[in-house]
């Protein structure tokens, strides 16, 4: 058994660095200890114990936990557990990515949780929420997970020793400057760490009864991450100004530093659906679709292979023409509406007054939809978008101003 099977956890107590979810009286315990929930979700980065969150649950409930992982399971594996819960009462189903689930999927998931067949544990490295059907959206309470601190690490290191001690059978450790490298490679993923301590434990140097842990093998090994937030971001600014500014050389050496360096291609990507509609815009309105498209083929095909789908959309999008007209026009709107309550006209409501229906005058007919003559949404010269204006302006001549 290696070291981070036998430190398991196996009760709340034994999760590190969650104490926010962990401590008594807090929502997450109250939940799982009155059995309370239909669906929940734990959100955070990998190693943090959202597994392990999930089987302290069943143990507590005294339920059942079926693991199923949505990236290698499908409507099939979800009828069996249908079938399961008939002749098994209070039945826990973790699904881990779960937001990798299609509608279908959740569908079948929704209909075992109000039929009371079973009690959802969903959990993502990502937030689900925009991933997930608003039924299922409705029925979840979501609970972050944090990255393990640098203190509880060290905890959890001394909880460690004392399993190094049976494994190795020695009766002294010295860390010998170890830890504090082992904290810096793990990243906030406890299941890293225990895998890197035990590496150490390996290969370190025994003497009598004591154990020298050792980093000479770890010198080769890759950070999982190789900047801090500050430069992750940073860098995602890099590759998006770049992209803005029409420079697709300096947008591919952003993007790949950021994949190189560890960064998931998923946050790449929804970086550059954003851009799709922020910076190119109307310009080029089919751009948001041709990113979703590489997106998707990204994830049919993998890696490294889906690298080069990724390239695509961002020589795409540095290449496009620009305007961030719809940008603007989305936040003058929220600005109005900070000192404004427009009242719907009487014409346009729910039972019209005075309505003229469009097509009965060739398909446009100038009326007013809004009470004040306000304009947000001003389409720029350039691309696609300079199309849209002309035909804007010659549908509302004299009615708004499009010059």
């Known amino acids: 058994m290696n070291l981070a099977d036998a430190m398991r956890p196996h009760s709340f107590d034994d999760i590190v660095g969650q104490e926010h979810l962990t401590s008594p009286d807090v929502l997450l315990i109250s939940l799982i200890e009155s059995a309370s929930f239909d669906s929940i979700m734990f959100v955070g980065p990998p190693g943090t114990g959202k597994t392990s969150m999930a089987e302290v649950t069943g143990k507590q409930m005294d339920c059942?936990?079926?693991k199923i992982h949505a990236a290698v399971s499908g409507a099939a594996d979800l009828k069996k557990l249908a079938e399961?819960?008939?002749?098994?009462?209070?039945?826990?189903?973790?699904?881990?990515?779960?937001?990798r689930y299609n509608k279908s999927q959740q569908d079948i998931l929704l209909k075992l949780i109000d039929d009371r067949k079973i009690k959802l544990i969903g959990a993502s490295a990502e937030n689900p929420y925009f991933n997930l059907v608003p039924a299922l959206r409705s029925r979840s309470i979501m609970f972050k997970f944090k990255a393990v601190s640098d203190e509880a690490f060290e905890r959890l290191f001394i909880k460690a020793c004392k399993h190094i001690k049976s494994m190795q059978n020695v009766s002294e450790?010295?860390?010998?400057?170890?830890?504090?490298h082992i904290i810096s490679l793990a990243q906030g993923d406890c299941r890293r760490f225990l895998n890197l301590l035990e590496i150490s434990a390996l290969t370190g140097n025994r003497q009598d009864n004591t154990l020298y842990l050792s980093t000479?093998?770890?010198?080769?090994?890759?950070p999982v991450n190789q900047f801090s937030d500050d430069e992750f971001y940073d860098i995602l600014s890099a590759m998006i100004k770049s992209i803005r500014g029409?420079?697709?050389?300096?947008?591919?050496l952003w993007c790949f530093k950021l994949i190189k360096n560890g960064a998931a291609p998923e946050a790449v990507f929804r970086r550059l659906m954003i851009s799709a509609s922020e910076d190119v815009g109307n310009a080029f309105p089919d751009g948001q679709i041709f990113v979703s498209a590489c997106y998707n083929s990204f994830m049919n095909v993998g890696v490294p292979e889906g690298y080069i789908i990724?390239?695509?959309a961002v020589t795409f999008l540095a290449s496009c023409p620009k305007s961030n007209r719809s940008y603007n026009g989305y936040h003058q709107v929220m600005d109005y509406l900070k000192d404004h309550?427009?009242?719907?006209p009487e014409n346009i409501r729910q039972k019209p007054k005075g309505y003229k229906y469009p097509f009965d005058y060739g398909n446009f007919i100038k009326q007013r939809y809004i009470s004040d003559n306000l304009l947000f949404y001003k389409p720029s010269n350039f691309g696609f978008e300079q199309k849209i204006k002309e035909r804007l302006h010659n549908l509302w001549n004299n009615f708004k101003d499009y010059e």
């Open 64 to 66: 059942p936990v079926y």
């Open 84 to 99: 399961q819960a008939v002749y098994e009462k209070n039945i826990i189903v973790f699904i881990d990515e779960i937001h």
């Open 173 to 180: 450790i010295v860390e010998n400057g170890a830890l504090k």
């Open 216 to 222: 000479k093998e770890m010198e080769n090994i890759m």
């Open 246 to 252: 029409s420079d697709p050389d300096a947008a591919l």
């Open 310 to 312: 990724l390239a695509h």
């Open 341 to 344: 309550d427009p009242v719907v």
